[in-house]
């Protein structure tokens, strides 16, 4: 699977970000996608998933009812929309598909990444 990310780019605190991703290669429908963010000296952490079998949803409690992740099967594209931003979510976003996708966590196991795109939130 081929991803590509796009959407990336400086915004201000308090203002959003829609992330893009887009796959090709394999049935989209038939895998989850995870959204991941790596920031400087920090290790690369899941924030949000959706699982193909079931559309569940879940997110880390960082960016809970801050960011909404939503898959266009139709478009083979999955989004991650960022509202009040903050400064600590400057990081660099990656997306992947099949992630551990649970409650309790976002893990990436076995799958394909993007490239990821920068996101910087000014204070």
């Known amino acids: 699977v081929q991803l590509v990310e796009s959407g990336g780019g400086l915004v201000q605190s308090g203002g959003s970000l829609r992330l893009s991703c887009a796959a090709s290669?394999?049935?989209?429908?038939?895998?989850?996608m995870g959204w991941f963010r790596q920031a400087p000296g920090k290790e690369r952490e899941g924030i949000s998933c959706?699982?193909?079998?079931?559309?569940?949803?879940f997110y880390k409690d960082s960016v809970k009812g801050r960011f909404t992740i939503s898959r266009d099967n139709a478009k083979n594209t999955v989004y991650l929309q960022m509202n009040s931003m903050k400064p600590e979510d400057t990081a660099v976003y990656y997306c992947?598909?099949?992630?551990?996708?649970?409650?309790?966590?976002?893990?990436?196991?076995?799958?394909?990444w993007g490239q990821g795109t920068q996101v910087t939130v000014s204070s």
């Open positions: 992947a598909t099949d992630p551990i996708c649970s409650r309790a966590q976002i893990f990436f196991l076995a799958g394909s």
């Open positions: 290669g394999r049935t989209f429908s038939s895998y989850a």
């Open positions: 959706i699982r193909s079998s079931d559309g569940m949803i």
